[in-house]
């Protein structure tokens, strides 16, 4: 099939480049540790979606709409287990994890230089691929500066012009204002977290430089804050916890979970951080489980608080147990 060309002067978009992109630093100087494993594998992914946790009532947000009638059924155990178990894998489809991608490198290779037209014109002219069924990463984009270079397309410049040739539902030609270096924080700071990271998986590709930006920049403020729950029980509270394990910063993240009685979440926090970094200065060699491996890591890494709660969990136990045995 004969590719298809679509040809655009930007003399009439001038303004398409007149954005001007400020390239905030968005990480705090940490650089990640490197885990053992990925965080595609099994394993990981079992542990993040156990710690994400399901509440059906944040699943299910009341949306404002044309009210109508309520409807009832009458269901056998049967039939209502069935329902259930319909309306359990529906909501862990909802909870699945965003995507997790290095950044990509950026596009602008030089195809070819012609003297000849040099000064020709004083717009850039962008050929594009538009046929069908063609990938829009994969779409041949090229752009003829004014002075007769003839270079690929960058990522923005790909975006903007795929985004005009085929939209996607929700995606803006230009990045929203509020998810912008300058206004996100004020954004942040009124507790907009949910979202500011549902709008940029809706405007953004995740391995593009603004989807990595502004996922650092918010996980950033919930740790500072501690606003950890803000994300409980959505497709990107993984994403949080993943991000603080390999930076090894999940005191606030495990003391805001056993505060909230998320023991076996809490433990799970731990099992993953064995997992994905063996070679750390913690290796829990012990049998313990529950409260006690929460307790020997939170020792290990001096979370004070976090290792009061779990003593005085584990003295409420041992009463309660004293308790029982009494009785």
């Known amino acids: 099939v004969e590719p298809t060309f679509g040809i655009m002067s930007l003399r009439f978009c001038r303004g398409v480049y007149r954005l001007i992109i400020l390239r905030a630093s968005y990480s705090n100087g940490c650089v990640p540790l490197t885990p053992a494993v990925s965080v595609d594998d099994e394993r990981v992914q079992d542990y993040l979606g156990y710690m994400t946790g399901i509440?059906?009532?944040r699943l299910y947000v009341k949306q404002k709409e044309e009210l109508s009638l309520p409807k009832y059924r009458l269901l056998t155990e049967e039939q209502l287990k069935r329902v259930n178990e319909e309306a359990m894998k529906k909501a862990k489809n909802l909870l699945k994890m965003t995507p997790v991608l290095p950044e990509r490198e950026e596009k602008g290779q030089v195809k070819d230089r012609d003297p000849r037209i040099d000064r020709f014109d004083d717009s850039k002219w962008l050929f594009t691929d538009i046929s069908?069924?063609?990938e829009d990463k994969n779409r041949y984009i090229v752009v003829r500066e004014?002075?007769?270079?003839l270079r690929e397309a960058t990522w923005e410049e790909r975006g903007r012009v795929c985004q005009i040739y085929f939209p996607k539902e929700g995606r803006k030609i230009w990045l929203p204002t509020l998810l912008t270096p300058e206004q996100l924080p004020d954004v942040l700071e009124?507790?907009?977290?949910l979202h500011v990271l549902d709008l940029v998986c809706v405007q953004c590709e995740p391995d593009s430089s603004d989807y990595i930006r502004v996922h650092h920049t918010v996980y950033e403020h919930i740790d500072k804050e501690g606003h950890y729950q803000d994300l409980y029980s959505t497709k990107h509270y993984g994403g949080l916890v993943w991000y603080l394990l390999l930076r090894d910063r999940l005191e606030g993240l495990i003391t805001?979970?056993?505060e909230?009685?998320?023991?076996?979440?809490?433990?799970t926090l731990v099992k993953l951080y064995c997992l994905c970094l063996p070679n750390s200065s913690f290796i829990s060699s012990s049998p313990d489980t529950g409260l006690q491996l929460i307790q020997e890591f939170c020792s290990h890494k001096g979370y004070s608080r976090a290792e009061e709660i779990v003593k005085k969990s584990l003295k409420d136990t041992e009463q309660s147990l004293a308790i029982q045995n009494h009785d």
Do not use: I, K, S, T
Request: no cysteine; charged share 25%.
């Open 55 to 57: 509440q059906f009532d």
């Open 190 to 193: 009124r507790g907009h977290h």
């Open 256 to 258: 805001a979970m056993l």
């Open 260 to 267: 909230h009685q998320q023991f076996e979440e809490a433990e």
């Open 146 to 149: 004014p002075n007769g270079v």
């Open 132 to 134: 069908m069924g063609r």
